[in-house]
């Protein structure tokens, strides 16, 4: 397979569960937004701090960080390419240059989603149309997924579409945990104790897991065991265990004879071996600082060797 349209594969999954997740914590912001009493309110400037979008978003908007120029930036930027518009775009463009390897009706889903994103986009920036924009988008990236989960050749193809979905969603997943590991709800008195059990409760929500939580767990939400169940889990596939073993085994089939990148198995025991009592605030967002720097290590050891082996390539930069 050419580099090149291994490269588009990777990219195209990456920006689809980019889009998808994106979604998914704007949405767990709204609700806490909707269900924390007045004084509590969450910051809709951390967001940007989460995605890495700070800089971003000074630079076109200066310091005020209101909901309004927020949500309009990771909403519908088309230049930044954290934004879901980008994202969504992205994909799609990544998508045009392989259609001949994977089903017709997902270039038709990709090509709905694009233009539902686009054409319902004044609704999700009101409060009204919000939450049904928001669950518009994960509906139909999930389509895009099943159709090719279901109906795509185990071949090079899917594998190099799941390498991707699978890092973008164990870097989203922490970053979906950063969110509510004191950042969003101010902790200053005693709110940030009082709101705590509400805020993991979001989080489990935004991810479709808390039913699987409480099956799992079985226990009443508290940060310790959510936190094993998001970074722990072999069963929840939204874990980032989850989806770093999952990379792991698209691994193995794409070159059984390969060893593996270096930094995969290195993150994999990082996370197994994380001790979630007393894992909180600053703590926690180092960790997840850390994190995602072995994602990123993992993402540059991936394109040496399958998409530029021939040089050196840009740090986490689509076709």
Do not use: C
Request: without cysteine; aromatic residues 8%.
């Amino acid at each position: 397979m050419l580099a090149r349209v291994a490269e588009n594969m990777y990219w195209m999954a990456r920006y689809l569960e980019r889009a998808e997740d994106l979604a998914r914590l704007i949405d767990v912001t709204t609700h806490l937004h909707l269900d924390l009493p007045r004084g509590s309110t969450p910051s809709w400037g951390t967001l940007l701090t989460l995605i890495g979008a700070e800089e971003s978003y000074r630079e076109k908007h200066g310091a005020a960080e209101d909901e309004g120029r927020v949500l309009r930036f990771l909403l519908g930027d088309k230049d930044h390419p954290q934004s879901l518009r980008a994202a969504i775009a992205a994909a799609r463009s990544n998508a045009r240059g392989f259609r001949e390897v994977f089903p017709r009706e997902a270039w038709e889903d990709i090509n709905g989603l694009y233009h539902f994103s686009q054409e319902q986009l004044k609704s999700g920036l009101s409060k009204r149309g919000r939450h049904s924009y928001l669950r518009g988008i994960i509906t139909r990236v999930q389509t895009v997924v099943g159709r090719l989960e279901g109906a795509m050749n185990r071949d090079e193809a899917y594998y190099f579409i799941e390498l991707g979905r699978q890092l973008e969603r164990a870097d989203m997943t922490t970053r979906l945990i950063d969110s509510s590991s004191a950042r969003l709800v101010p902790q200053e008195g005693s709110d940030g104790a009082r709101f705590d059990d509400l805020q993991w409760m979001s989080v489990l929500k935004s991810l479709t897991g808390y039913q699987m939580y409480r099956l799992e767990m079985q226990r009443a939400i508290r940060s310790e065991s959510v936190l094993a169940f998001l970074f722990q889990s072999s069963r929840f596939p939204r874990s980032v265990a989850a989806a770093l073993l999952a990379l792991r085994r698209s691994l193995e089939a794409l070159d059984p004879e390969a060893s593996l990148p270096r930094r995969l198995p290195q993150v994999l025991r990082q996370v197994s071996q994380l001790e979630p009592e007393g894992l909180a605030g600053e703590k926690l967002h180092a960790l997840i600082d850390e994190l995602q720097q072995g994602f990123a290590d993992i993402h540059g050891q991936l394109e040496r060797r399958y998409f530029r082996p021939a040089r050196s390539a840009d740090p986490e930069s689509g076709s």
